[in-house]
């Protein structure tokens, strides 16, 4: 064995580079893993998350619905009141009816006093 390299050797230092690689990418694998677990607790967390936004989100569309359902109730009702105009304009009618029957009520009080007075001559 003169000078060059033996076969055996390389083939020792082929094995022990090839259990030293193998090492490596085992300390590096057991490295990597509780990242991996991290980035799964944060994914579930993430999802938890997400599912909770949903189920908010269709409680306020719930809500949302009813709201614009009793609004659009309201806004019926609201086509069918007199507007400022007509309320105007019915009180000064019921003033009138007012006056009118006062002025009746006078005649009546009248009469029936007219009838008392007559009624016992």
């Known amino acids: 064995m003169s000078g060059g390299l033996e076969w055996g050797t390389v083939a020792q230092w082929l094995g022990g580079s090839a259990s030293l690689f193998a090492v490596i990418i085992s300390v590096k694998a057991m490295m990597?893993?509780?990242?991996?677990?991290?980035?799964?607790?944060?994914?579930?967390?993430?999802s938890d998350i997400d599912e909770r936004i949903r189920a908010e989100d269709a409680r306020l569309f719930e809500r949302l619905d009813g709201l614009e359902s009793r609004l659009a109730r309201v806004e019926v009702e609201i086509d069918h009141l007199p507007s400022k105009e007509r309320l105007?304009?019915?009180?000064?009618?019921?003033?009138?009816?007012?006056?009118?029957?006062?002025?009746?009520?006078?005649?009546?009080?009248?009469?029936?006093?007219?009838?008392?007075?007559?009624?016992?001559?």
């Open 32 to 46: 990597s893993r509780p990242h991996e677990e991290k980035l799964e607790a944060i994914n579930t967390k993430l």
């Open 88 to 121: 105007h304009e019915l009180d000064k009618n019921v003033a009138r009816l007012t006056s009118k029957l006062d002025v009746l009520v006078t005649v009546f009080d009248r009469l029936q006093h007219y009838l008392l007075s007559e009624g016992s001559k």
